[in-house]
């Protein structure tokens, strides 16, 4: 079931022009207010667009003259809260998808049996959400919102409010499931990305910025925010021939092929930035922030991973100007 989005918000200032292809399932990444809420709510059919459509299999679903109901659209949201009925057991909150849909009892407690097998569930087919842990729980509203077989199926960061230890199943399980099935996900893990989701779409101030296969987006990012997401710094200047020349004058050599004054990306990871004593691209240092065995120093535009010891030795703070460096090899280049 393909997904056609063209739609705008005015008073959220939100417009957006997103396309998910049958069987495929798109990310929306993007900061806090950037629209991805707002674009869930559209589909499903909780907020009506102020102008444009949004089709489904060729379906209309919105439009100037029609507006199909959230029960009518055949699709089912899925967020970081269960939202599992407390007064019924697992088994009966998978079936209750499927009786609402015109299910016999029968029918539906089959299926939701069969659902929860599915997921590893069975023996807590009997269990109310309070005796479920909360990796159990989330299993079984996964377990209802795929046993009502929606044509869409939205996900708002169902992973996000689960403890590490349980993450990781739960989104392998979520990787088998959703395969050959259209869905659209909020994250803000770049792993949900990209082990669920075949393409991205970046979303900043209402508008799609870009929107591509997911490991094309993450490895080329186009926006600041991509690139973070990523985990890549990400400089645009012109291509003088050996070196990318930044607006602050500043050269960062790297490989290429374009034509001399060629606008373009480069990006490279926070760990192959070095610090030199003089020579290099001069930043100043904005903030200092703790990251496993390395510290981030974070600067204008670029981060650098550094071991403590170093930053103790050189005495970075807030406020210190450096030196910084990036080995040529390190760099990937193309054209903005």
């Known amino acids: 079931m393909s997904?056609?989005?063209?739609?705008?918000?005015?008073?959220?200032?939100?417009?957006?022009n997103l396309s998910v292809p049958d069987g495929e399932t798109l990310a929306l990444i993007g900061p806090n207010g950037a629209g991805k809420s707002t674009t869930l709510s559209l589909i499903a059919g909780a907020l009506r667009p102020g102008r444009g459509s949004i089709e489904l299999d060729?379906?209309?679903?919105?439009?100037?003259?029609?507006?199909?109901p959230v029960h009518d659209r055949e699709v089912t949201t899925l967020g970081q809260d269960p939202a599992l009925f407390p007064h019924l057991t697992a088994?009966?909150?998978?079936?209750?998808?499927?009786?609402?849909?015109?299910?016999?009892r029968r029918e539906a407690r089959h299926r939701a049996a069969r659902w929860l097998e599915e997921l590893d569930l069975s023996g807590l087919a009997d269990r109310r959400p309070a005796?479920?842990?909360?990796?159990?729980?989330?299993?079984?509203?996964?377990?209802?919102?795929?046993?009502?077989a929606p044509r869409l199926l939205l996900l708002d960061e169902p992973l996000a409010a689960l403890d590490v230890e349980v993450a990781p199943a739960l989104r392998e399980q979520l990787r088998?499931?959703?395969?050959?099935?259209?869905?659209?996900?909020?994250?803000?893990?770049?792993l949900d990305a990209l082990t669920l989701a075949d393409s991205v779409a970046v979303l900043e101030a209402g508008s799609v910025l870009e929107q591509g296969p997911t490991a094309e987006v993450l490895a080329r990012p186009r926006t600041a925010f991509a690139a973070r997401f990523a985990g890549l710094n990400l400089v645009t200047g012109a291509w003088d021939g050996q070196a990318v020349h930044l607006a602050d004058g500043s050269r960062l050599p790297a490989p290429g092929s374009f034509p001399a004054g060629t606008s373009v990306h480069a990006a490279f990871r926070p760990s192959a930035v070095r610090l030199l004593e003089e020579g290099g691209l001069r930043r100043t240092v904005e903030n200092l922030s703790p990251g496993g065995d390395l510290v981030r120093v974070g600067t204008e535009d670029i981060a650098a991973d550094l071991p403590p010891q170093e930053i103790a030795e050189r005495r970075l703070t807030p406020g210190v100007t450096v030196q910084l460096a990036v080995p040529a090899?390190?760099?990937t280049t193309y054209r903005a």
């Not at 209309?60 to 507006?67: G, I, M, N, S, Y």
């Not at 088994?91 to 016999?104: E, H, I, K, M, Q």
């Open 3 to 16: 997904l056609d989005l063209r739609a705008s918000v005015p008073e959220r200032g939100v417009a957006l």
């Open 91 to 104: 088994l009966d909150n998978v079936a209750f998808g499927l009786r609402s849909r015109g299910a016999t």
């Open 176 to 190: 088998r499931f959703l395969a050959g099935r259209t869905a659209v996900i909020v994250t803000h893990d770049v």
């Open 58 to 68: 060729g379906r209309v679903l919105d439009d100037e003259r029609v507006h199909v």
């Open 329 to 331: 090899e390190a760099v």
């Open 131 to 148: 005796q479920l842990s909360g990796g159990e729980a989330q299993r079984v509203a996964i377990a209802r919102a795929l046993a009502a």
